[in-house]
C-alpha cells in the first residue's frame, strides 16, 4: 500500500520560509515523478512544482517561479518543497503526490498525501 506523508507545514509571516517534506513508501518508485499541489478554501487544487525521478527536470507555476525549490532524495524516497519570500496567497493546504507520468493536472497524479497546511500571514 501506498503512503506519502507530508511534513514541515505550519504558520509564518510574510517574507518567510518553510521546508516541506513527503515521504513515500510502499512500493518502488522508479522512474516516477513527484509534485507538489496546493488547495486554498474555496479553490481548486493547483500545481505547484514537480520533478523528474533523475531529478534533471524541474517543473514551477508561474506564481512561486523564483521562491520555491523542489528536490528530491531517492534514496530515501523523499521530496522537499523549499518555500521562500512567502505570501499570504501562498495561504493553502499542501498535497504532495507521486505518478509514472507528469502532469499540472491534478486529476491525473495516481498517489497522494494527506496534505500540510501551510498559513502565511500579512
Known amino acids: 500500500q501506498v503512503q506519502l506523508v507530508e511534513s514541515g507545514g505550519g504558520l509564518v509571516q510574510a517574507g518567510g520560509s518553510l521546508r516541506l517534506s513527503c515521504a513515500a513508501s510502499?512500493?518502488?518508485?522508479?522512474?516516477?515523478?513527484m509534485g507538489w499541489f496546493r488547495q486554498a478554501p474555496g479553490k481548486e487544487r493547483e500545481f505547484v512544482a514537480a520533478i523528474s525521478w533523475s531529478a534533471k527536470n524541474t517543473f514551477y507555476a508561474d506564481s512561486v517561479k523564483g521562491r520555491f525549490t523542489i528536490s528530491r532524495d531517492n534514496a530515501k524516497n523523499t521530496v522537499y518543497l523549499q518555500m521562500n519570500s512567502l505570501k499570504p496567497e501562498d495561504t493553502a493546504v499542501y498535497y504532495c503526490?507521486?505518478?509514472?507520468?507528469?502532469?499540472?493536472?491534478?486529476?491525473?497524479?495516481?498517489?497522494w498525501g494527506q496534505g500540510t497546511q501551510v498559513t502565511v500571514s500579512s
Open positions: 503526490a507521486v505518478d509514472p507520468n507528469f502532469s499540472t493536472n491534478y486529476a491525473l497524479w495516481d498517489y
Open positions: 510502499g512500493r518502488t518508485f522508479s522512474n516516477y515523478a
